[in-house]
């Protein structure tokens, strides 16, 4: 029997071995770095130049829809003086504009126009409130800038209005019997445009496309004839010196006239283009059928 000095030795001895094969000589161990942390600037995001549209040329026209409602064509556009646009349908009566046409109003029947089909628009160059439409039903005129219209001719398809820039109280208008037939005639007002008669003798057979008026003389004017929406006639220019009350054809050897335009810083100045060769002299145009 081993006593219990040498049992607690045998002990110890067993511990020990057992420790020395265990460990690992402090030397022979792998030091671990610890890692240093390197100091570096934040981040940063570039910045973008905006993006911009390109910048159009100059003389590149920027044009935005402005639609003023309804339904048809918009067969006629203009503005006054004071910048009031009237833009007429040959479906839904007028609109007028206050705001160079941002926003729009109608002129109908609440505004005394009782004609949904306008042809033509007027102004007053001196006055603003003064406001003409051309339409199939006649003249319809405004004194209050278009808050309200009052029908001053009764009846009569009326594709121009115009107004002397001479002498405001003389307005000419052109006129047929209806908006399918070619017996333009010339009606003249020395009222500003309140009462209306009938002035001279045209050719028989045109359809009246547009007057111009001297910005000097207030008894001469030009007219424009020729093809309509839904009627004919021939291509054809001709002045008036005596307010409409005879007439001479202008330009007959050019051919057929397809539009004129007066120079208003030299009134004596006239432009005419034509139709050039593309049709044969004397031809009959077809107008737009009505049904389609």
Not at 131 to 149: A, C, K, V
Request: hydrophobic share 40%; net charge negative.
């Amino acid at each position: 029997m081993i006593s219990l000095p040498y049992r607690i030795l045998l002990i110890l001895f067993i511990i020990l071995t057992a420790c020395g094969q265990s460990a690992t000589p402090l030397a022979s161990q792998t030091a671990v770095p610890t890692p240093i942390p390197i100091s570096q600037p934040p981040l940063s995001t570039p910045t973008l130049p905006p993006l911009t549209s390109p910048s159009p040329h100059p003389l590149t026209p920027i044009w935005q829809r402005a639609n003023p409602g309804g339904g048809g064509a918009f067969t006629a556009v203009g503005a006054g003086p004071s910048g009031i646009i009237l833009v007429a349908s040959d479906l839904s009566g007028a609109y007028r504009s206050l705001d160079g046409g941002q926003t729009w109003d109608v002129i109908g029947s609440y505004r005394g126009l009782t004609s949904t089909h306008v042809v033509a628009v007027g102004f007053d160059p001196v006055d603003p409130a003064v406001l003409f439409l051309g339409t199939e039903e006649g003249i319809f005129r405004s004194g209050d800038g278009g808050d309200s219209f009052t029908q001053v001719l009764g009846d009569g398809y009326v594709t121009a209005v115009a107004v002397s820039p001479a002498n405001p109280q003389i307005v000419y208008a052109a006129w047929h019997s209806a908006y399918n037939v070619s017996n333009g005639r010339i009606y003249r007002s020395a009222d500003n445009g309140q009462t209306w008669q009938p002035v001279g003798d045209l050719p028989g057979g045109l359809h009246l496309l547009k007057l111009q008026l001297s910005p000097a003389d207030p008894d001469a004017l030009y007219l424009l004839a020729g093809e309509g929406r839904f009627t004919c006639g021939p291509a054809a220019a001709y002045r008036s010196a005596d307010g409409g009350a005879t007439w001479t054809q202008i330009g007959g050897g050019l051919g057929q006239i397809m539009d004129l335009a007066l120079d208003e810083t030299a009134p004596n100045t006239l432009f005419l283009t034509t139709y050039g060769d593309v049709w044969d002299p004397g031809y009959t145009c077809i107008g737009d059928d009505p049904d389609g």
